[in-house]
Antibody, heavy 121, light 112 residues
Framework: EVHLVESGGGLVQPGGSLRLSCAASGFTLSSYWMSWVRQAPGKGLEWVAHIKPDGSEKFYVDSVKGRFTISRDNAKNSLYLRMDSLRAEDTAVYYC??????????????WGQGTLVSVSS | QSALTQPASVSGSPGQSITIFCTGTSSDVGGYNSVSWFQQHPGKAPKLLIYDVTKRPSRISNRFSGSKSGNTASLTISGLQAEDEADYYCSSYTTTSTSLYVFGSGTTVTVL
């Protein structure tokens, strides 16, 4: 059974940094595109970043470019999101998401439970 | 990166059918068969209902169906049940965003 478990969220001051982790199990991580999706309180969903199965390509929404870095360690069955220069508007629940083997097909069938990041002084 | 357009709310009575529309452009919904639909109950993670426009994961009820015409995708819920009351989001691959995918603005479904 596929499981995705996020950790690393918490309260951080504006300008601060945080690293989210996602522990994956029940499937071969190295075969799948992985993503981070966030949801601000009371708001809709937003794709934040995607990473190719081998980690060779990464894609970001404009609002986090240059501040966030998605990475993965397939040997450790883990996905990461390094977040620097955090702003109040980054406050959200962050979800780890498993996509398909090909990014354009298969949808996003598996989601973690989410971890809350709060940016406030 | 503009979100795909969805109605803010849709309502229906138990047993009825409702349809939620998701409008994009030829650079996203209209150009690719990479449209998905998600259901989200309060405080829960989103759940995939439909992928690749019309496909349904095995664990999802056949009361949920998807289609697309031009730049607009749609999700139909037939035989509406109380448990269908939730937020629904569409998502599409896009070439107008460096983030590869974009979500719709979300639709709240109310069962009367």
């Amino acid at each position: 059974e596929v499981h995705l478990v996020e950790s690393g969220g918490g309260l951080v001051q504006p300008g601060g940094s945080l690293r989210l982790s996602c522990a994956a199990s029940g499937f071969t991580l190295s075969s799948y595109w992985m993503s981070w999706v966030r949801q601000a309180p009371g708001k809709g969903l937003e794709w934040v970043a995607h990473i190719k199965p081998d980690g060779s390509e990464k894609f970001y929404v404009d609002s986090v470019k240059g501040r966030f870095t998605i990475s993965r360690d397939n040997a450790k069955n883990s996905l990461y999101l390094r977040m620097d220069s955090l702003r109040a508007e980054d406050t959200a629940v962050y979800y780890c998401v498993r996509n398909g083997i090909v990014i354009t097909f298969g949808g996003a069938p598996y989601w973690g439970q989410g971890t809350l990041v709060s940016v406030s002084s | 990166q503009s979100a795909l357009t969805q109605p803010a709310s849709v309502s229906g009575s138990p047993g009825q059918s409702i349809t939620i529309f998701c409008t994009g452009t030829s650079s996203d919904v209209g150009g690719y068969n990479s449209v998905s639909w998600f259901q989200q109950h309060p405080g829960k993670a989103p759940k995939l209902l439909i992928y690749d426009v019309t496909k349904r994961p095995s664990r999802i009820s056949n009361r949920f169906s998807g289609s697309k015409s031009g730049n607009t995708a749609s999700l139909t819920i037939s035989g509406l049940q109380a448990e269908d009351e939730a937020d629904y989001y569409c998502s599409s691959y896009t070439t107008t965003s460096t983030s590869l995918y974009v979500f719709g603005s979300g639709t709240t479904v109310t069962v009367l």
